[in-house]
Every structure is written in structure tokens, then in C-alpha cells.
């Protein structure tokens, strides 16, 4: 908070106007580091619906790394560049008030005094909390949090020349042990436990000349930044209890209104257009690629903002462990200078999820995800992934991703994918009889040509061979011609488009996904036939209260019926929620459902808890089985929702018109 308040006030801001921004600044505010989801480039929006959890590790020589914080901080540094009026490098002696942020060398365990550089980036550094904020790097220094070293610099201030000091301690009180309940508390009570100890030294240096003011903080700590307009009076009051002896130093009412007349800077933005911009600190990634993805462009006018949201954007390519911008004026041109520091654990990355599912009636599944990514193979962005699923739907999935363009606008991507899994087929008058069970498999290889669409979709026609297994593994000996072996070989196209702001809680934006595979004996295939499918969703919030509108559909194009063993399953949450999962097995669907979400609670740096409610409706095909369900149905349901470390929550009831209903928990997307 020092470097907050002395950064901005020295910087010539107003009380009035600092007191405004801070009421502004929260918690989730400074720990959104990435951009909005619309703004991030299309394939890492793809992975967003895989059931990951955690961070992403780096992996190297057999080990796995992690960041070096919780929080990047480009996110902060966007709101600490409102709060410091000064942009760009100063000397902060010139500053309308000398100003020093005091940060620690964590190489070193040192004491560092910044007094020049970008104000914002010195203010960022003195407030890194170790493990949760990102190290700042600046002149080849690693630096943290200030008050591990010196928390109430006393010393500091007399060695600019202060003949008075007047020190704010807040003081370092340990946390009780039912606050000490998450990864930011344990780094918290660390910094408490270090601070306390040089925060005695500079106390006792104090003299009768100088002034302590000691505000009462009680339960308010280092880390509430949700409620810091609650903490001002608390520092006011604290203030007129020395009253007396800043009385002291005090100016007549007229000269200090002249004396601040002074310090108080106006600043209006500096729009003028950028000449140049280039990107330093570049080791694999392309340049060219990373001015691309910015909005921010040579030749127009500036906007800080825009820069900003650049930033942001930048950094949610997920190259880069810290990003930030300068603006370098020469003698006749302007440069931007983005300084990007590419992840140190980087650039081969892991990750792991999982999912859960029962229906309460014996129907239970899980699934266990880890997934690993080579970036920048070459200067073009060339990169190979591969995902393992083990599981109730085992699945083996390996592409490699290649541009043929620096701003990646054309791609060419050949995979393989193999999967196993497990089809359950009901009939019986209403469609919950489980007729038979199926032990499904397919292996395919594939070469795709593409487009992205930057941020908003991807569209991509390619070649696919392999081969499909369906074997019976329980049920009726009527289905037993089901029992086989099909060859694959096809044409596949899918648009997909994507400016949904969350993949689990949609509440602004839409998603579009629309495929057709065309099988053909000319290919290799066992039939020729073809298979569209679709889904759209599009969602709208007031306030708290969200509706979404979905449609979904598939089926065969061009003549041919689809085969039996390729007819569309439908059922489960939120794709007609009274049915069991698979229980729907026809030759087309066309489906539309309304939903409507409220959110009840909102959650440090999660989406909160929802309650919801939707009402689906479907014109189902010819059923798999003679006795299966086919015309329109109708289903509606109830849900709570939350957002978890885990991934999201959901507990529902679905109930169908024709009376079938279901009880359902998921952890994991749906």
C-alpha cells in the first residue's frame, strides 16, 4: 500500500482522485492477467472445454517447473499506470514530490532503493508478494516485495536528505489460524513473520522530532483489497490522534493550497502516434507474431487503454511470463518498446484435469486428463501436443500445428486420434430399458488445411482414414449384427467459431460449431454417406440474471441414410436433462433449449455460485431400436452451480414430459 499511495501522490494526483481509484481496485481486479476470453486467439480458446485444473507446469530435463508467482501482474500494472501520473522513465528526484520505492532482491536477500525508471513498473515491484505476485526483473535484479527488507524505510527517507520523518506503520500482526486458508494467506503470514523484525530496527531509530502515526487495522490484512475505501477512515482517524504534532509542520490554510497548487499535476494523454514498435527480449518467438495480436497499430493514435488491453493480449498467448510496454522518444520519431519475457519454464508445458459424473442410479464415470505442448518448433509457431485420457472415455489425441504464415491466418495441421469408450442402448416404452451395452473404439489419422480467424473462429477441410470397432459386450442378441468392424474414410469440415466470455458460466457472447463428414467407398470407407452436426449458443446477462439460448442438431445430408452404428446419442444435463446420458440414439435431432442462470454469490477470483433452470425441447428420428423414443419431446430442469478450484460444479434435476426424470453431479465442463 506504500508504494501505492506514495507513487501516486508524489506523482502530482489529487487525494480526491486517489481515493476514487482505489475504491476501484479489487482483488480479481489485479489477479486478471489474462484478457478477456473474447480477445484470446482462437486455438488456445479450444482448449478452454477440456477439464483442466491447475496451473500449467513447464517440464524440463524429467522435472516439472512452475511460475515464480500466482499473479503475473500485467493486470496490475495496467491499474498502477492510472495511478502514477509520471509515464515512461523519470528520474524520481524530479518527480513533484521525491519519491523511492523500496524493493528486496530475492537473489540477494538485499535491500534495493529504486529512484528512477517507469513509476508503475517501481510501484509493482515494492508490492510483489513473494509466491503470489510475480518478481519484477529491473536492471538484471529479481526483485519482491520491499518490506522484507525494510518495511518502514526510515533510514531511506533521512538519506534523502528528510530532517522529519512521518512514518504510517501498519504494523505486522500475525494471521489467526482460521485465515490461514488458502496459498495468498500462507505467503501473507510468511511476509508478516520477515517484516516484523526490520519494521523494530527502523522504529527505534526514530527521534522526538518525528511523527508515528499507527492506524488500527483489526481485522482488515496486507491482502484485503476488496475493502480498502473501508480502511481510509481507519488511517484519517489514526492520523488526528497526532494531530498535535503534526500541527508542527503545518503551513497557513492559503500557503498549503498554494504549496499543493504546485505538486498537483494534470495530465492529459499523450495521443500522439507511434513511429515505430518492436518487441525486445525475444528468443523463440516471432516478432511479427506477437505485433500481430496488438490493436495498437504504427501511424494512429495512441490510447493507453488500447496499449493495455495489448498487453494483456500479448500475455495471453501464453508465451510470456511478464509483459509491459515503453515509450522511447528520439529526436524525430516515437518508438514503442514491448518488453516480453518469455516463460523460463517454458516452452515445452503440462497439464492435468479431471472429471466426474454419476446419475445416482449406478451410472458413474471419470475421466483423467494430461496433456503436454512443444511451442515455437520453429519461427513460424510451429507446435505438437498430445493429450491422454484415461478413464470411462480413453483417449489418445497427438497434432502437429503448423502456420505458413507469421500472422498464422493459414495453418496445415496433420493428427491421429484414438478413442475408447463405452455406448449404452435403451428402448422399452419409456426409452429407459438398457437394452445393450457397447465396447466402442476408432482410430483415425488425419491432415487438415486451415484458417484462424484471429480471436473469433477457425475453419478447417481435411482428409481422415482409420478404422471404428463396435463390440457387444452385454444385451439383446437382436443387436448382435451391430457387432463389427468399419473402415474410415472421409472428408471433414468444421467451422467453429468463439466469443463466449466463459466456456462453464457463458454470460455474454456465442459459440458456434457446425461440421459435416463425408464418408465415401472411394476413400476407404465402409459407406458412403454423409453427417452433418450443429451446435450454436448464444447468452445475454442483466445484472445478475443470464438467459441462454442453445441449438443443436445432426443427421444425414446428400441422399444416403446414416448408418446405424453412426446414429446421433443425445441425453443427459443440459442436452434434454431428463434422459440418461446416451439414452436418445436416432438417425437426426433437431434441438433448442432456453435457459435461464442467477448468480447467488460471488467468489474471490472464481465465477460464483448459480442458480438455474432451462426447459428443452427436440424432434428426435428414427430410433436405433424399433421401440426407442422418436418424435418431439420435451424436458426441463433445475441446477445449482458453482465454480470451484477444481473446474465447475453442477447438481441437477431433469424431468421429461413423457415422465422419465434424473438426478444428475458433474464435476467438470459440460
Given at each position: 500500500?506504500?508504494?501505492?499511495?506514495?507513487?501516486?501522490?508524489?506523482?502530482?494526483?489529487?487525494?480526491?482522485?486517489?481515493?476514487?481509484?482505489?475504491?476501484?481496485?479489487?482483488?480479481e481486479l489485479l489477479a486478471r492477467d489474462q484478457p478477456p476470453r473474447e480477445e484470446i486467439a482462437i486455438r488456445l480458446k479450444k482448449d478452454d472445454w477440456l477439464d483442466f485444473i491447475g496451473p500449467q507446469f513447464g517440464y524440463r530435463d524429467g522435472s516439472l517447473l512452475l511460475p515464480k508467482g500466482a499473479i503475473s501482474g500485467v493486470g496490475l500494472e495496467a491499474v498502477l499506470r492510472d495511478l502514477a501520473l509520471a509515464k515512461g522513465d523519470w528520474n524520481f528526484d524530479k518527480l513533484p514530490i521525491p519519491f523511492r520505492a523500496i524493493a528486496t532482491d530475492v537473489v540477494t536477500g538485499q535491500m534495493t532503493v529504486l529512484k528512477s525508471g517507469d513509476l508503475a513498473i517501481a510501484m509493482r515491484a515494492s508490492m510483489s508478494v513473494p509466491g503470489a505476485v510475480a518478481p519484477v526483473q529491473i536492471d538484471g535484479k529479481m526483485l519482491v516485495d520491499g518490506g522484507l527488507t525494510?518495511?518502514?524505510?526510515?533510514?531511506?527517507?533521512?538519506?534523502?536528505?528528510?530532517?522529519?520523518?512521518?512514518?504510517?506503520?501498519?504494523?505486522?500482526p500475525l494471521l489467526p489460524r482460521d485465515q490461514i486458508n488458502s496459498a495468498l494467506s500462507v505467503a501473507l503470514q510468511m511476509l508478516n513473520i520477515?517484516?516484523?523484525?526490520?519494521?523494530?530496527?527502523?522504529?527505534?531509530?526514530?527521534?522526538?522530532?518525528?511523527?508515528?502515526?499507527?492506524?488500527?487495522?483489526?481485522?482488515?490484512?496486507?491482502?484485503?483489497?476488496?475493502?480498502?475505501p473501508s480502511t481510509i477512515p481507519i488511517g484519517e482517524a489514526a492520523a488526528r490522534k497526532v494531530?498535535?504534532?503534526?500541527?508542527?509542520?503545518?503551513?497557513?490554510?492559503?500557503?498549503?493550497?498554494?504549496?499543493?497548487?504546485?505538486?498537483?499535476?494534470?495530465?492529459?494523454?499523450?495521443?500522439?502516434?507511434?513511429?515505430?514498435?518492436?518487441?525486445?527480449?525475444?528468443?523463440?518467438?516471432?516478432?511479427?507474431?506477437?505485433?500481430?495480436?496488438?490493436?495498437?497499430?504504427?501511424?494512429?493514435?495512441?490510447?493507453?487503454?488500447?496499449?493495455?488491453?495489448?498487453?494483456?493480449?500479448?500475455?495471453?498467448?501464453?508465451?510470456?511470463?511478464?509483459?509491459?510496454?515503453?515509450?522511447?522518444?528520439?529526436?524525430?520519431?516515437?518508438?514503442?518498446?514491448?518488453?516480453a519475457v518469455e516463460k523460463s519454464w517454458g516452452p515445452t508445458y503440462m497439464r492435468f484435469g479431471l472429471s466426474l459424473y454419476s446419475d445416482f442410479r449406478g451410472d458413474n464415470g471419470f475421466n483423467i486428463l494430461a496433456s503436454v505442448r512443444r511451442t515455437w518448433l520453429n519461427k513460424l509457431g510451429g507446435e505438437w501436443r498430445a493429450d491422454l485420457q484415461v478413464g470411462s472415455n480413453g483417449v489418445l489425441f497427438s497434432?502437429?500445428?503448423?502456420?505458413?504464415?507469421?500472422?498464422?491466418?493459414?495453418?496445415?495441421?496433420?493428427?491421429?486420434?484414438?478413442?475408447?469408450?463405452?455406448?449404452d442402448i435403451y428402448s422399452g416404452p419409456s426409452g429407459d430399458n438398457l437394452t445393450a451395452r457397447y465396447n466402442v473404439g476408432a482410430a483415425v489419422v488425419g491432415f487438415d488445411i486451415g484458417s484462424q480467424f484471429t480471436k473469433y473462429g477457425e475453419l478447417r477441410i481435411g482428409l481422415q482414414a482409420g478404422r471404428g470397432e463396435y463390440d457387444l459386450q452385454i444385451g439383446s442378441p437382436l443387436l448382435a449384427p451391430l457387432d463389427f468392424t468399419r473402415d474410415i474414410g472421409a472428408v471433414r469440415t468444421r467451422?467453429?467459431?468463439d466469443q463466449l466470455d466463459n466456456v462453464a458460466f457463458p454470460r455474454n457472447g456465442f459459440?458456434?460449431?457446425?461440421?459435416?463428414?463425408?464418408?465415401?467407398?472411394?476413400?476407404?470407407?465402409?459407406?458412403?454417406?454423409?453427417?452433418?452436426?450443429?451446435?450454436?449458443?448464444?447468452?445475454?446477462?442483466?445484472?445478475?440474471?443470464?438467459?441462454?439460448?442453445?441449438?443443436?442438431?445432426?443427421?444425414?445430408?446428400?441422399?444416403?441414410?446414416?448408418?446405424?452404428?453412426?446414429?446421433?446419442?443425445?441425453g443427459g444435463f443440459m442436452r434434454l436433462t431428463g434422459y440418461r446420458e446416451g439414452q436418445l440414439r436416432n438417425d437426426s435431432l433437431a434441438y433448442g433449449r432456453l435457459t435461464y442462470m442467477n448468480r447467488l454469490l460471488k467468489l474471490p477470483l472464481?465465477?460464483?455460485?448459480?442458480?438455474?433452470?432451462?426447459?428443452?425441447?427436440?424432434?428426435?428420428?428414427?430410433?436405433?431400436?424399433?421401440?426407442?423414443?422418436?418424435?418431439?419431446?420435451?424436458?426441463?430442469?433445475?441446477?445449482?452451480?458453482?465454480?470451484?478450484?477444481?473446474?465447475?460444479?453442477?447438481?441437477?434435476?431433469?424431468?421429461?414430459?413423457?415422465?422419465?426424470?434424473?438426478?444428475?453431479?458433474?464435476?467438470?465442463?459440460?
Open positions: 500500500m506504500g508504494s501505492i499511495v506514495g507513487g501516486s501522490y508524489a506523482s502530482g494526483q489529487t487525494v480526491a482522485a486517489m481515493t476514487r481509484d482505489v475504491a476501484n481496485i479489487k482483488t525494510r518495511n518502514l524505510p526510515v533510514d531511506v527517507a533521512r538519506a534523502m536528505g528528510a530532517d522529519v520523518v512521518i512514518a504510517v506503520n501498519l504494523g505486522t520477515l517484516t516484523e523484525q526490520n519494521v523494530q530496527a527502523s522504529l527505534a531509530s526514530l527521534t522526538e522530532k518525528d511523527v508515528l502515526i499507527l492506524p488500527e487495522l483489526g481485522s482488515f490484512s496486507a491482502g484485503d483489497f476488496d475493502n480498502m494531530a498535535d504534532k503534526l500541527k508542527r509542520y503545518s503551513l497557513p490554510p492559503e500557503q498549503y493550497a498554494a504549496h499543493r497548487q504546485r505538486q498537483v499535476r494534470v495530465i492529459v494523454q499523450d495521443t500522439r502516434k507511434v513511429d515505430e514498435i518492436r518487441v525486445d527480449g525475444l528468443e523463440r518467438v516471432n516478432e511479427e507474431v506477437v505485433i500481430q495480436s496488438m490493436a495498437t497499430s504504427v501511424g494512429e493514435p495512441l490510447d493507453v487503454a488500447t496499449l493495455d488491453l495489448d498487453m494483456r493480449r500479448i500475455y495471453g498467448r501464453e508465451d510470456f511470463e511478464h509483459v509491459s510496454y515503453r515509450l522511447i522518444d528520439g529526436p524525430d520519431n516515437r518508438i514503442l518498446a514491448v518488453d497434432e502437429f500445428y503448423q502456420p505458413l504464415t507469421p500472422d498464422q491466418f493459414l495453418f496445415v495441421a496433420p493428427y491421429i486420434d484414438v478413442q475408447r469408450g463405452v455406448e467451422l467453429y467459431l459459440m458456434l460449431d457446425a461440421r459435416l463428414l463425408s464418408q465415401s467407398t472411394r476413400l476407404g470407407a465402409s459407406d458412403t454417406y454423409n453427417r452433418w452436426d450443429l451446435r450454436l449458443l448464444k447468452a445475454q446477462t442483466f445484472g445478475e440474471h443470464t438467459f441462454q439460448v442453445a441449438l443443436a442438431g445432426g443427421g444425414a445430408v446428400g441422399g444416403n441414410a446414416l448408418p446405424l452404428y453412426d446414429y446421433i446419442g443425445y472464481l465465477e460464483g455460485v448459480y442458480f438455474g433452470a432451462s426447459l428443452e425441447g427436440a424432434r428426435l428420428g428414427t430410433p436405433l431400436v424399433p421401440t426407442g423414443i422418436q418424435g418431439n419431446v420435451g424436458s426441463g430442469s433445475l441446477f445449482l452451480a458453482i465454480d470451484t478450484p477444481l473446474g465447475p460444479a453442477y447438481l441437477a434435476y431433469g424431468h421429461t414430459f413423457d415422465g422419465n426424470q434424473n438426478v444428475y453431479f458433474y464435476l467438470g465442463k459440460r
